[in-house]
């Protein structure tokens, strides 16, 4: 009997690495895109104040 590794185990792992980090940066932009646009609004309604 030869006992030999499975290279798709490998490549299963691979493609979930992948599409995880590809998700984990895709929430993690977002979030950073929504503070951004908080911040913005936050200034733009503070400068309106003293008009």
Do not use: H, N, P
Not at 8 to 30: C, D, N
Request: aromatic share 12%.
């Amino acid at each position: 009997m030869r006992e030999a590794l499975d290279q798709w185990l490998f490549v299963y792992g691979a493609y979930a690495l992948g599409i995880g980090a590809t998700l984990a940066m895709m929430a993690w932009s977002w979030l950073a895109m929504k503070r951004a646009e908080a911040r913005r609004e936050k200034v733009r309604s503070g400068s309106r104040v003293g008009k």
